[in-house]
Every structure is written in C-alpha cells, then in structure tokens.
Antibody, heavy 122, light 110 residues
Framework: QVQVVQSGGEVKKPGASVKVSCEAS????????MHWVRQAPGQGLEWMGR????????NTAQKFQGRVTMTRDTSISTAYMEVSSLRSDDTAVYYC???????????????WGQGTRVTVSS | QSALTQPASVSGSPGQSITISCTGT?????????VSWYQQYPGKAPKLMIY???NRPSGVSNRFSGSKSGNTASLTISGLQAEDEADYYC??????????FGGGTKVTVL
C-alpha cells in the first residue's frame, strides 16, 4: 500500500522551531518529488515547497525562504520539513504530499499524509 | 505568487451539475496544462480528483471532469450527490517550478 505517514502533533512557543517528518512506504522515496502544504485553521491550502529526494535539491515558496528547510534521509525513506522562528500565524496543519515522478511529466499531489497539527502559542 | 481565484461557495440540488471556476494568470493556469483539483472533507487530508487539467485518477468517479480555457480552469461535477458536499481546491504549476492553490470552494448539496 502506497502511503506517507507523518509525525505527531506539536506545540511550540513563538521563536522556536519545529521539524515534521514524512515516512514513505510502498514506493521508493527517491523516485518522486515530495511537497509540503499547510492549512491554517479555517483557511485554504498553501504550498510551501518541494524536495527532490534523489538529489536533495529544493524549491521553496518565496514567502518561506530563509525560514523553511526541507531535507531527507533516504536510508529510512523519510522526508523532513523544519520551520524556524515560529509565529502564532504558523499555527496550521502541515501536510506532505507526493508529487511528480522524477522520470514523469504529470504534475499532481496524488498521495497525502494524514497531516501534522502544529500549534504555536506562548 | 498570488492565490488562484475560486468562488467561495457553489450549491446545487441532487442530480444537477455544478461547475467551479479557478482563475489564474498567464504565469500559471494560462501557461501550463498542469491544473489539478482536490476534494477535502472537514478534518481530512485532501484527495486528488483531477490532474493535468482533465485527467481522472483511477477510482475517481467519472462524474468529475476538468477543463481549461485561457487563464481559467473548471471542475464540473455532474449528477450531484450528497457525498460530493466538501471543499474543493484547484492547484497549478507555476514559474520556477512552484505551485499555487486556489482559495477553495465549499460545495453544498441542497
């Protein structure tokens, strides 16, 4: 069964960092891009960035550049996203979503994690 | 990169057809045939419904169809059913290999 499973919810104080993990199973992590998307309470989806798990190369939305770091550990088929200098408006559910196959052309988020709720509160 | 524009809400009666629009620019929707649509129930992760403008993944009902004209993409749900009541989001590939989402549309089945 192809799936991605995320780490559990986190509560952080303003100014802290949070690192969310996303473990892929049923497919080879390095064969597909992995994207990160967040959703603030009652709001829509917001694309944060993506990582090529094969090379480690990343593309980050301009809004998050300098504050978001995406990495991966291919030995355990896991992608990570770290957000630093957390603010209250970073409170959201963070999703990882499988993207394009590196050798393919279709652009889609076809497999989604269950979401990780991050609450930023003093 | 600004969000794509979707109507906040669309409603229809069972059996009817509804269409959700998704308007972008010549830098995203208008430039690429890489628009996708997602269905989301409250408290759940989004689900892929349409990709590359008009392709339907295996397992998605053929009542869902997608199209594009210029800078506007559309999702049509035909034969509306109670289970279709959910939020729907469009997404497009954009310059520098980024992605952009629409603000979301709440579909209500009357």
């Amino acid at each position: 069964q192809v799936q991605v499973v995320q780490s559990g919810g986190e509560v952080k104080k303003p100014g802290a960092s949070v690192k969310v993990s996303c473990e892929a199973s049923g497919y080879i992590l390095t064969d597909y891009y992995m994207h990160w998307v967040r959703q603030a309470p009652g709001q829509g989806l917001e694309w944060m960035g993506r990582i090529n798990p094969n090379s480690g190369a990343t593309n980050t939305a301009q809004k998050f550049q300098g504050r978001v770091t995406m990495t991966r550990d291919t030995s355990i088929s896991t992608a990570y996203m770290e957000v630093s200098s957390l603010r209250s408006d970073d409170t959201a559910v963070y999703y990882c979503a499988r993207g394009r196959q590196l050798s393919g052309t279709s652009r889609k988020f076809d497999i989604w994690g269950q979401g990780t709720r991050v609450t930023v509160s003093s | 990169q600004s969000a794509l524009t979707q109507p906040a809400s669309v409603s229809g009666s069972p059996g009817q057809s509804i269409t959700i629009s998704c308007t972008g620019t010549s830098s995203d929707v208008g430039a690429y045939n890489y628009v996708s649509w997602y269905q989301q129930y409250p408290g759940k992760a989004p689900k892929l419904m349409i990709y590359d403008v008009s392709n339907r993944p295996s397992g998605v009902s053929n009542r869902f169809s997608g199209s594009k004209s210029g800078n506007t993409a559309s999702l049509t749900i035909s034969g509306l059913q109670a289970e279709d009541e959910a939020d729907y989001y469009c997404s497009s590939f954009a310059i520098s290999s980024t992605r952009v989402f629409g603000g979301g549309t709440k579909v209500t089945v009357l």
